[in-house]
């Protein structure tokens, strides 16, 4: 879908529609800032913002999405994400499954998803990674068998978050044996509530994400459940870490520290503190730029998987970056709410920026390739 | 001229008149005065000077263009300082262009020229330190404050002032020009009606466009090299080292270019240069200039250190500019106190910065 993009005066204006939103539900106590808001889960949350109209945004309004650009989302998503609300809930849906469902999806699959992912009801996680396959994703081995009417999975699933509480998941598995491992995959919708499914969480050490195991045993998946081609599931989930690989998250994580820490040094006459705060927010500023051109080249529809690796790669390396270089400033967790809690928080939450979403080895890879013509 | 066609016409001009050995032939005082001429002739220095000013007219857009290919290619020229910032400077107080290879001072933040008026004539007094080009210059243009505070421009001949010669990084002019009661009679002068940090500013960023020119330079060169090397039977680009130090050359180069192309979006003409914005391009491209010239180097082995190989031509000048009308640390320290001193919180003061719009294609590595 080719869009026209959206005037500057009409996002400033959305921009702090979504800002007043903001501050009247932190006013009321619904959320507290908290870094690393794309882990946080509340359905209640989800449910509110959703009512505005800033859920499945790029959604078409007949299946209840706003029928706005990527530019627009994204905007709205830098908000959300910058003021560390909890996005969690609604926020794998509407990042990639509601793009997927409208790039490969049936009409029976849009009509039935979507509306739910953009009210924000429906909560979707992803089946993509299993204890033998991290960064090796094609190496898969959930199975799905064919039947009857659809097909039975065995296998598992790892690192799934919030499958305990989502409804379904998007499951990337082995639908026929190929000479080419790429082959032979598919992508799967999956009812977590289905039988022959057990779901286990995995306590994580920064206390937020709520990763899970997920186990098929047997489980049965109807034949209206196949996103896409039997087989191309591959060339589908490449284009689904397209979607999940850029976004805010992967540089505002950590900005309710950022600002946390500049409000509370407001009036300080350090000349060196003004250099450490200005070098931050200038690299800032800078990866910045490069997010913006993801979203326009979703909405010009030109392939963006490379400029998205480089996005996550610049974004969460600065942002582990920016954690210690606010120790080094003399930030410390024993430093008054809410700047010693969002310290606290962003040292925990730190180590999986790089590694969730695609490690940065893995990105550098994917761009090497691209440079090198390989 | 179409903007397409402006980048073939320089890019061709560059690459058969600057190759890399007229870059060095010109270091250690070997002015490129036949180069100079060539350029003067295609009207490249003044472009985005008035018509009515003396200048070549076209819009910023043409400057950027010129100013990226002479970084790519790294023209011995002045040719950010003599249109666009001399030439600029005095279009806004209302004088003609001067022609010729000129040098602009002061350079470097908290130096101040001055100016002093008695019943006979006014003079400048002061010293401007790391002034590139003056020693080869045609003509100085100074800005000087008088006790007022009061901001006047003038042209001067370089034989009125006293030039210690020095040398950048990259071999190339970079002066201390010395203005002991240098007398303005007789030479175009007039008031400057906006602020003076202005010329900062827009020094600032036409330093990093040459900046963001030479980094594209470089990486071409590196990934190049990567694919033509071989060792233990294959390039050296199908190794994951090599391949990661070209994906990082490629990521920061990336960021210098978003931050560079939102300035010049942002600065839609130079009387309001942004100072936001221009701060950050300057850092990115700072920032990009030591890595991606680190890494570049890691990758060409040995070869990329010796004056034959290109790639000196350009990591030298990289070290150099980045120093020049700014380095990061003072602009971050411009930035910095932007956002501690702003009224409103961090997010609305980031988010009110001008984002790029759907103007320019979606750049990634091709660029």
Redesign the interface.
């Given at each position: 879908m080719i869009h026209d993009?959206p005037r500057?005066a009409d996002?400033v204006k959305l921009?702090q529609e979504v800002r007043a939103f903001l501050a009247d539900r932190r006013r009321s106590g619904d959320y507290q800032p908290q870094v690393d808001a794309m882990q946080r889960f509340s359905r209640e949350f989800s449910l509110d913002l959703a009512k505005q109209g800033w859920v499945g945004m790029t959604l078409p309004t007949r299946y209840g999405g706003a029928g706005r650009t990527a530019?627009e989302r994204f905007a709205v998503a830098?908000?959300l994400i910058?003021?560390g609300a909890p996005v969690a809930a609604h926020w794998i849906a509407e990042r990639q499954v509601g793009p997927m469902l409208m790039k490969h999806g049936t009409e029976g699959q849009r009509g039935r998803f979507l509306p739910g992912i953009a009210r924000g009801e429906v909560v979707f996680s992803i089946g993509m990674s299993e204890p033998s396959s991290g960064s090796d994703l094609a190496s898969v081995r959930t199975r799905a068998k064919p039947t009857d009417s659809g097909w039975l999975l065995n296998g598992q699933k790892i690192w799934t978050s919030y499958a305990e509480s989502a409804d379904f998941a998007m499951v990337l598995c082995r639908t026929s044996e190929g000479d080419d491992r790429h082959g032979g995959l598919s992508q799967l919708i999956v009812d977590l509530r289905s039988p022959g499914i057990t779901i286990r969480p995995i306590p994580a050490m920064s206390g937020a994400g709520h990763f899970c195991e997920v186990f098929f045993d047997d489980a049965f998946v109807p034949d209206d459940c196949l996103v896409g081609e039997a087989g191309a599931g591959w060339r589908q989930v490449v284009q689904e870490l397209s979607f999940e690989r850029s976004g805010p998250d992967r540089y505002l994580s950590t900005?309710p520290l950022?600002?946390a820490w500049?409000?509370s040094?407001?009036?300080?006459t350090d000349?060196y503190?003004?250099?450490?705060?200005?070098?931050v927010?200038?690299?800032?500023?800078?990866?910045?730029?490069?997010a913006?051109?993801v979203a326009?080249?979703i909405?010009?529809g030109?392939d963006?998987a490379?400029?998205a690796a480089?996005q996550k790669?610049?974004g969460t390396v600065l942002e582990q970056r920016l954690v210690e270089v606010l120790r080094r400033a003399g930030v410390s967790s024993h430093d008054p709410a809410p700047l010693g809690n969002l310290f606290y928080q962003a040292t925990l939450a730190a180590p999986h920026f790089t590694l969730r979403g695609g490690t940065t080895?893995v990105?550098?890879?994917?761009?090497?390739?691209?440079?090198?013509?390989? | 001229m179409d903007r397409s066609l402006l980048e073939d016409v320089v890019a061709d001009v560059f690459a058969k008149h600057s190759p890399p050995e007229r870059a060095v032939a010109s270091e250690d005082g070997g002015w490129a005065a036949d180069l100079w001429t060539i350029v003067e002739d295609l009207e490249l220095p003044l472009a985005g000077v008035p018509e009515e000013a003396g200048g070549s007219g076209g819009s910023l857009t043409d400057v950027w263009t010129i100013l990226r290919a002479a970084g790519r290619n790294a023209v011995p020229l002045p040719i950010a300082e003599t249109g666009l910032l001399a030439g600029g400077l005095l279009a806004a107080a209302g004088l003609q262009a001067v022609s010729g290879p000129i040098a602009v001072a002061p350079v470097r933040r908290g130096e101040q020229l001055r100016l002093q008026r008695d019943r006979s004539a006014a003079v400048v007094s002061g010293q401007a330190t790391a002034v590139p080009w003056a020693s080869v210059a045609d003509s100085i243009v100074a800005i000087a404050k008088d006790e007022g505070g009061e901001t006047t421009v003038v042209a001067l001949p370089r034989a009125a002032c006293q030039i210690t010669p020095g040398v950048s990084f990259a071999g190339e002019p970079l002066d201390t020009v010395t203005f002991e009661h240098v007398s303005l009679d007789g030479a175009p002068a007039a008031p400057l009606p906006h602020a003076d940090d202005h010329l900062q500013r827009r020094g600032a960023l036409a330093y990093a466009v040459l900046m963001l020119g030479a980094l594209e330079r470089v990486t071409d060169l590196a990934i190049e090299y990567a694919g033509q090397r071989e060792q233990f039977g294959r390039p050296i680009s199908r190794f994951q080292a090599v391949q990661h130090h070209l994906a990082q050359i490629a990521r920061d180069v990336a960021v210098a270019r978003g931050a560079v192309e939102l300035a010049m979006e942002a600065t839609e003409s130079t009387d309001e240069p942004p100072l936001f914005e221009i701060a950050v391009a300057k850092i990115a491209c700072g920032n990009a200039a030591h890595a991606v010239a680190a890494r570049a180097h890691q990758v060409h082995g040995a070869i990329g250190v010796t004056k034959e190989y290109p790639l000196h031509t350009l990591t030298r000048r990289l070290w150099s500019w980045r120093n020049t009308y700014g380095t990061e640390r003072e602009w971050a320290a411009e930035i910095g106190r932007l956002a501690l001193e702003a009224e409103c919180d961090l997010w609305t003061l980031m988010s009110s910065t001008r984002m790029n719009e759907d103007r320019s294609p979606a750049t990634g590595i091709g660029g």
């Open positions: 993009p500057p996002l921009r530019v830098e908000e910058a003021a900005f950022l600002a500049v409000e040094s407001k009036g300080s000349p503190l003004a250099v450490q705060v200005g070098e927010v200038a690299e800032l500023s800078a990866v910045r730029t490069l913006v051109r326009q080249a909405d010009r030109v963006f490379v400029d480089l790669d610049a080895e990105l550098r890879g994917i761009v090497g390739r691209q440079v090198t013509g390989r | -």
